[in-house]
């Protein structure tokens, strides 16, 4: 069984918050970082502590619900991006896929899709290992970033969905349209548990044949069943974290150290 390339999204809305989180990732043993450039763009406000009762009516020890941090836009002028790239180039030893995601697709930058554009052109000209390009960016303008990134650069083609998959079969067709975009294809949608989770489960496995190389991912309660069983399922690449929580698990996300756990456990390794 094949153990997929695990790839850990960094955590932080700096360069060098990005930087010491991949360092934590190569410590751990993860094959590649994502750089989510969008998010230099922001800025991380967590949220005032929560006063809890610590023993709930039953005698048992409650937890605080979490709450998720705001993520306040910055200007556009605010980021050096030529030095960023720089650092992330010198400063994080494995190979980076490069994102900068849209609003549209659950991302945080800023500015137009042109001024998005012209990132992703630069993080490509920066000869990174990987970039990740959304099938819906305008056919002409992928087909120049694709070009562009011919030869030194390989590419995702995501996209990610804000709604549950009504089947399995939408689930193929999403990535069968996909076909012939990128090196590697990446879908992603929303989940509210088992029945939703189990709909990623069974696509994956339908195409776990397949010659693409594919990522079917969940964000949500129980979208980390695709992850988890990556190995079962014939995934090549899985998104993990550094975070650290009981919230992951609802998000539909897993620690890179808890999952490499999960595999040994499950003898996938």
């Known amino acids: ?38 998010k230099l763009w922001v800025t991380e406000k967590k949220p005032d502590p929560v006063e809890i009762n610590p023993v709930s009516t039953n005698g048992r020890r409650s937890r605080p619900a979490y709450v998720p941090p705001e993520y306040i836009p910055k200007s556009l002028d605010s980021v050096d991006l030529a ?18 995601r849209p609003v549209r697709q659950g991302g945080y930058f800023p500015g137009t899709e042109e001024q ?6 630069n993080a490509i000209e920066s000869e990174v290992s990987w970039v990740d390009l959304e099938a819906d960016i305008d056919a002409d303008v992928r087909a120049d970033l694709m070009s562009l990134a011919k030869g030194k650069t390989s590419v995702i083609s995501s996209v990610h969905f804000s709604e549950e998959p009504d089947s399995s079969g939408e689930i193929i067709q999403d990535i069968e349209e996909l076909e012939g975009t990128g090196e590697i ?23 776990k044949e397949s010659e693409s190389k594919i990522s079917i991912m969940g964000l949500g309660p129980c979208g980390d069943w695709t992850r988890i069983h990556a190995p079962l399922l014939g995934q090549d690449i899985v998104y993990s974290t550094m975070e650290t929580g009981s919230h992951l698990s609802s998000q539909g996300k897993i620690n890179a150290s808890d999952l490499l756990i999960a595999w040994e456990m499950l003898e996938y390794n």
């Open 1 to 38: 069984m094949i153990r997929p390339t695990i790839c850990v999204t960094l955590s932080g809305c700096s360069v060098g918050g990005m930087l010491a989180d991949a360092a934590r990732a190569t410590a751990v043993g993860a094959d590649l970082c994502e750089v989510r450039l969008d």
């Open 83 to 100: 030095a960023s790239l720089a650092a992330f180039k010198g400063g994080i030893d494995l190979p980076v896929v490069m994102t900068c």
């Open 116 to 121: 998005r554009i012209a990132v992703l052109r």
């Open 185 to 207: 294809l990446k879908v992603c949608y929303a989940t509210s548990g088992r029945n939703s989770a189990l709909k990623l489960f069974e696509a994956a496995w339908m195409m």
